[in-house]
């Protein structure tokens, strides 16, 4: 009996001494943690916090960009979406948008980074292939650097291209976009930029060499700085159904 006790004092003082061990150990550790935390965890947390903060903007401007697609005020045309079905758009990094934000699907839209008009051949074939009734281009921002503000060369590239489409597809209607404004800030580092009004009106005479409509968008960015992204290039979702409104138009869709 005795001996039991005495084990039992003896498992008591144990159970004591690893409590006493384990609360200093504890208090050691909030002793050699800094105020604030560790910066690497910090550091992480915040890399977290802005990741998602990303992806919550992204939604926002996607959500944004479908409620326009839809026409409240005509509902039997269906949305501009529905309405764009059959045409086919060949564009360069600012037309990359339209699927970007899901506004079109990749059978509407032939888009690559980096296009120009003098490369633009083997999109344009792709395009093509999916038997539009209605073609829009949408290339010049890339020859404006690649041109050298030489609006004649980046003319007769462009007609190299319209005369491959009327070879394939004699009586396709061909719609031309006009380069899209940049902000200043784009031109202060790239000022081969400044270019996009002079280049602008090479494609209207262009297309009245040719009897193609040309697409005005000049004025559809006045006034909204707030609808670049931070290269004061591209373009967040807002514009995008405003665009695809305007190319609609001008083909009568």
Wanted: aromatic share 8%; proline share 5%.
């Amino acid at each position: 009996m005795r001996q039991n006790v005495r084990i039992a004092w003896y498992f008591l003082v144990l159970a004591l001494l690893v409590g006493v061990w384990f609360a200093h150990g504890r208090a050691d550790e909030k002793k050699t943690e800094p105020e604030g935390g560790f910066p690497a965890v910090a550091w992480i947390e915040a890399q977290e916090n802005a990741d998602v903060n990303k992806i919550e903007v992204k939604l926002e401007q996607k959500e944004a960009a479908e409620q326009q697609l839809s026409d409240p005020g005509n509902p039997d045309k269906g949305t501009l979406k529905e309405r764009f079905a059959g045409a086919v758009l060949v564009g360069d990094s600012v037309a990359t948008g339209f699927l970007d934000y899901e506004i079109l699907d990749a059978t509407e839209i032939v888009a690559l980074r980096g296009l120009r008009t003098d490369s633009a051949g083997p999109e344009i074939e792709k395009a093509l292939s999916l038997a539009p009734k209605v073609l829009f281009l949408s290339i010049g921002l890339n020859d404006l650097e690649y041109c050298r503000g030489d609006s004649r060369l980046f003319i007769r590239h462009y007609e190299e291209r319209l005369t491959e489409i009327r070879a394939q597809a004699p009586d396709l209607p061909v719609y031309i976009n006009g380069i899209l404004p940049v902000l200043p800030e784009a031109v202060e580092k790239k000022p081969a930029l400044q270019n996009v009004d002079t280049f602008n009106q090479a494609l209207r005479d262009m297309c009245k060499k040719w009897n193609l409509t040309y697409i005005d968008n000049s004025e559809l960015l006045q006034d909204h700085a707030d609808w670049y992204q931070k290269d004061a290039v591209h373009l967040k979702s807002t514009p995008y159904p405003l665009w695809l409104e305007r190319m609609e138009e001008a083909a009568g869709l």
